[in-house]
């Protein structure tokens, strides 16, 4: 079993009990501003994505942590590994992203989370490049990425509903360093 523990964070598979926060964070038009199309989620999709998200660590070994509060037991949101397949252009690649409910924001979560997920794919997976797509004017992901020391690689556009993308990246090797 897959858990990272973190000064103030438990990073793990999911729960049945995960559904219910999870979809509140997804249902939130604050969280999903700056995701895909920027529409909210249901409880279906919510359902949909921790089964896909499960699935993809069985298949990959990687996969989408359940982000829960050490001292509360809380739900925070997800942060972890996947393959982008949504844009081909970057592939082969496997990308980190975050995501958090608001009351959870502006408290060193999310670098908190990215940073162990880094270690987490060079020491335990062995990756030794990944890669961040977040969209132009997504400030947050942003200065997560800058503290993270990951660099621009190249601005391009969603294929589908066309938002401008900028993809960093980050030599694993140069993190452990
Ligand atoms: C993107 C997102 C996860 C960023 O969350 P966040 O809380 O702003 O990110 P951080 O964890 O880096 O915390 C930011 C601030 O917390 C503050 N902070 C408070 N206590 C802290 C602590 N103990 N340690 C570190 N930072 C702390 C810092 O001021 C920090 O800002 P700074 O680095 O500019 O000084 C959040 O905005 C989100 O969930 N957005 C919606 C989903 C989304 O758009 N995801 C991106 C697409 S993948």
């Given at each position: 079993m897959?858990e990272i523990?973190?000064?103030?964070?438990l990073?793990r598979r999911?729960?049945?009990?995960?559904?219910?926060?999870m979809a509140?964070?997804n249902a939130?038009?604050?969280?999903?501003?700056?995701?895909?199309?920027?529409?909210?989620r249901?409880l279906?999709?919510?359902?949909e994505?921790?089964?896909r998200?499960e699935e993809?660590?069985?298949e990959?070994?990687?996969?989408?942590?359940?982000v829960?509060l050490l001292?509360s037991?809380?739900?925070a949101?997800?942060?972890?590994?996947?393959?982008p397949e949504?844009?081909?252009?970057v592939l082969?690649?496997?990308?980190?992203?975050?995501?958090?409910?608001p009351?959870?924001?502006?408290?060193?979560?999310?670098?908190?989370?990215?940073?162990?997920?880094l270690?987490?794919?060079?020491q335990?997976?062995g990756?030794?490049r990944?890669?961040?797509i977040?969209q132009e004017?997504?400030?947050a992901?942003e200065?997560?990425?800058?503290?993270?020391?990951m660099?621009?690689e190249?601005?391009?556009a969603?294929p589908?509903h066309?938002?401008?993308?900028?993809?960093?990246t980050i030599?694993?090797t140069?993190?452990?360093a």
């Amino acid at each position: 079993m897959i858990e990272i523990r973190t000064p103030r964070l438990l990073l793990r598979r999911w729960h049945d009990d995960d559904l219910a926060p999870m979809a509140d964070i997804n249902a939130d038009p604050r969280v999903m501003r700056w995701i895909d199309d920027g529409s909210v989620r249901d409880l279906d999709d919510t359902a949909e994505a921790i089964e896909r998200w499960e699935e993809e660590w069985d298949e990959e070994g990687f996969g989408l942590f359940a982000v829960e509060l050490l001292a509360s037991g809380e739900l925070a949101g997800c942060t972890g590994l996947s393959v982008p397949e949504f844009l081909p252009q970057v592939l082969p690649a496997v990308a980190i992203s975050w995501r958090l409910g608001p009351q959870f924001w502006g408290q060193g979560y999310a670098s908190e989370a990215a940073h162990a997920t880094l270690e987490f794919a060079l020491q335990d997976r062995g990756l030794d490049r990944v890669i961040s797509i977040s969209q132009e004017g997504d400030q947050a992901s942003e200065n997560i990425v800058r503290k993270l020391g990951m660099e621009l690689e190249r601005e391009t556009a969603h294929p589908v509903h066309g938002r401008p993308l900028r993809v960093h990246t980050i030599d694993l090797t140069e993190f452990a360093a």
